[in-house]
């Protein structure tokens, strides 16, 4: 073999070897440049919607999911549950029955505060001092009193909300607890975030 032949030879691994070797390193480089431009998990649960399983959520029985930081109760509620909601027993109590000053949507301004009313959802957050409230679905609890017909109890300073969320009169919280925006993907599934009524 001549020397020309070998320089040849040489050249040619050597341009093959550094060609390969700047192909890998521009994708070892680019992978976390790349990767940098999609949002952080923090950054997706600020703002993302969260869908929440509720298919084998039992009657009575409350599901916590996390969203924007926040808990978020979804309650099934039994019949008479809901039954619970419109008695003059417990609407005379409410600061505001009607929901006027409350954060919800406004398909969540009714008597049960939501799109369904077996499925109850809120906030997670007392509108007093941000407490978490308790959730004491049991009537006439003994921690609570005789005349109490269920609902959710902020054990920081104790301000009362019915099955709906709404506030009691003469507790520190001064509105019902906030209705996030949500929709129903499908029977078994609501999307905490997306707007019903942008559907």
């Known amino acids: 073999m001549s020397e020309e032949q070998s320089d040849r030879g040489r050249r040619h691994f050597l341009l093959v070897a550094t060609t390969v070797t700047g192909v890998i390193g521009a994708g070892l480089t680019a992978v976390p440049f790349l990767a940098s431009w999609k949002p952080s998990a923090r950054a997706r649960a600020l703002g993302a919607p969260v869908d929440a399983d509720v298919s084998k959520v039992e009657l009575?029985?409350?599901l916590k999911v996390m969203w924007r930081g926040q808990a978020i109760y979804i309650v099934r509620r039994t019949p008479e549950m809901l039954a619970a909601l419109t008695?003059?027993?417990?609407?005379?109590?409410?600061?505001?029955?009607?929901?006027?000053?409350?954060?919800?949507?406004?398909?969540?301004?009714?008597?049960?505060?939501?799109?369904?009313?077996?499925?109850?959802?809120?906030?997670?957050?007392?509108?007093?001092?941000?407490?978490?409230?308790?959730?004491?679905?049991?009537?006439?609890?003994?921690?609570?009193?005789?005349?109490?017909?269920?609902g959710f109890y902020c054990p920081c300073h104790g301000s009362?909300?019915?099955?709906?969320?709404?506030?009691?009169?003469?507790?520190?919280?001064?509105?019902?607890?906030?209705?996030?925006?949500?929709?129903?993907?499908?029977?078994?599934?609501?999307?905490?975030?997306?707007?019903?009524?942008?559907a």
Do not use: M
């Open 60 to 62: 009575g029985a409350i």
């Open 87 to 150: 008695t003059p027993a417990v609407i005379d109590r409410l600061r505001d029955p009607e929901s006027k000053e409350s954060d919800q949507p406004s398909y969540a301004q009714n008597d049960t505060r939501a799109l369904k009313p077996e499925y109850l959802v809120l906030v997670g957050v007392c509108t007093h001092l941000g407490c978490a409230p308790l959730d004491r679905f049991q009537p006439q609890d003994p921690e609570l009193g005789a005349t109490w017909p269920g």
């Open 160 to 198: 009362k909300f019915d099955l709906a969320g709404r506030v009691f009169k003469d507790v520190p919280a001064p509105l019902n607890l906030r209705v996030p925006p949500y929709r129903f993907i499908n029977e078994g599934v609501i999307q905490i975030g997306a707007d019903a009524e942008a």
